[in-house]
């Protein structure tokens, strides 16, 4: 059998440099200048969503330090002395921190209820398979896609006969049933995303199924609750509707329906930076959650493809 032999290679000459050769294609000039324009292109369209959020944001708060003559006279600038006596005044003679109480109460309350029984009707809709599983789960899916607005009479009549109406718990109850859906929905999916294998060595130790979800299930849950529990806050917190049918008493009143009481009184008076301290004290605990808890809100978004 013949072989073909691979001739040696020449020794340079004396002098010549040896050069090596790229077999790597170049790379194409017009691709990089294309990605170039494109990311040009986002980052131009972010920065301008980014003005657009942001400006009217920290003109309200520039605002509600100005006194009612600067903020017609020169809107746009700085104001000239920090007017601090907005806030105080909103605060007290608006009744800005009853309302903020009363809503504190109505959300705190129902966004542990809502977290608590959301996570175990979708880890039981996750784990366990029984009949009538998916018919359950759609219930859920279904209460998503239904307008609150045409249940909002059958709804005051449900309240009112079960002597609920103008009261904190009755609000809450509402909140609840509001929020579980969207709630249900969410933890479902990220309940099927956690391994088994921790649930299943810790029945064969002997642990009942309610230990197991409160010790060691719901715990790996975090990630999941704190994102779900962000969108429910930020949904409870800037309720409007079901406040003003079911929430009439006016001592009972959440920050939505007191704000609309500010607009509307100080507007007749002419106290146009009351408002605004009024409309920037209900802006402030929203932009904290979602300051401090952004980054638990992606990781609570992207930990179901990761994983």
């Known amino acids: 059998m013949k072989t073909t ?34 990311n040009a292109f986002s980052h131009g369209i972010l920065v301008l969503w980014a003005f657009m959020v942001v400006m009217p944001l920290l003109w309200a708060v520039m605002t509600s330090f ?3 003559r600067s903020i017609f006279s020169s809107p746009w600038s700085l104001p000239d ?12 003679e608006a009744n800005m921190s009853d309302y903020f109480l009363n809503t504190v109460l109505v959300v705190g309350g129902s966004l ?33 896609s239904f307008p609150i607005m045409l249940a909002l009479v059958p709804l005051f009549y449900v309240v009112n006969n079960m002597g609920l109406l103008n009261t904190i718990h009755g609000l809450i109850l509402v909140y609840i049933a509001y929020s579980l859906p969207f709630t249900v929905f969410f933890l479902t999916a990220f309940f099927r995303t956690l391994p088994t294998s921790i649930a299943e060595a810790a029945f064969v130790d002997g642990a009942s199924h309610s230990r197991t979800f ?16 962000i969108f429910n806050f930020l949904g409870q917190w800037n309720q409007y509707m079901l406040p ?8 009972k ?3 939505t329906q007191g704000l609309v009481q500010l607009a509307v009184s100080q507007g ?11 409309l920037v004290m209900a802006m402030l605990p929203v932009l904290a959650a979602y300051i401090i808890f952004q980054r638990q809100v992606v990781q609570g978004l992207t930990a179901g493809a990761l994983k």
Do not use: C
């Open 5 to 38: 032999e691979t001739p040696a290679p020449l020794p340079a000459e004396s002098g010549a440099p040896i050069t090596k050769t790229d077999t790597s294609p170049p790379r194409p000039p017009k691709e990089k200048k294309e990605g170039t324009v494109l």
């Open 66 to 68: 100005k006194d009612d």
């Open 81 to 92: 002395t920090l007017h601090f006596d907005n806030w105080s005044r909103a605060w007290t």
């Open 112 to 144: 542990i209820g809502t977290l608590v029984l959301g996570s175990m009707a979708a880890y039981v809709l996750a784990r366990f398979d029984f009949p009538g599983n998916r018919f359950i789960y759609y219930l859920f899916i279904g209460g998503m």
């Open 214 to 229: 409160f010790q060691i299930m719901l715990p790996m849950a975090k990630p999941g609750l704190v994102s779900v529990g």
């Open 244 to 251: 003003t049918v079911l929430n009439t008493d006016p001592d």
């Open 253 to 255: 009143r959440v920050l």
């Open 268 to 278: 007749y008076k002419g106290d146009w930076s009351g408002l605004f301290a009024g």
